[in-house]
């Protein structure tokens, strides 16, 4: 049964920092690109920043380019996501999700539960 379980959410203050990680029980992790996406109330949910399957290369968006950065470590089947300079603009439940490459999709197939980042004045 796939899993991905993130951690790390809270509460900080403006100009904090946080690092969510999402833990993925996928059978070959590594074939999976990962994605952090947050929905804030009221809005749509928005891709935050991705990571490729082998090259790891990264994409962000435009809001949090040079703020945040994405990573995955293969042997942990674990991604993270370091958020740096936090801005109150920031707050939403973020989530992890895996698009499995191999099938050609290009969807993101599995998600977590989500976990709160509230970034306070």
């Known amino acids: 049964q796939v899993q991905l379980v993130e951690s790390g959410g809270g509460m900080v203050q403006a100009g904090g920092f946080l690092r969510l990680s999402c833990a993925a029980s996928?059978?070959?992790?590594?074939?999976?690109?990962m994605g952090w996406f947050r929905q804030a109330p009221g809005k749509e949910r928005e891709l935050v920043a991705s990571?490729?399957?082998?090259?790891?290369?990264?994409s962000y968006a435009d809001s949090v380019k040079g703020r945040f950065t994405i990573s995955r470590d293969n042997a942990k089947s674990t991604v993270y996501l370091q958020m740096n300079s936090l801005k109150p603009e920031d707050t939403a439940v973020y989530y992890c999700?895996?698009?499995?490459?191999?099938?050609?999709?290009?969807?993101?197939?599995?998600w977590g539960q989500g976990t709160l980042v509230t970034v306070s004045e």
């Open positions: 990571i490729g399957w082998i090259s790891s290369i990264t």
């Open positions: 999700a895996a698009d499995y490459v191999p099938g050609g999709d290009s969807r993101y197939e599995y």
């Open positions: 996928l059978r070959t992790f590594s074939n999976y690109r």
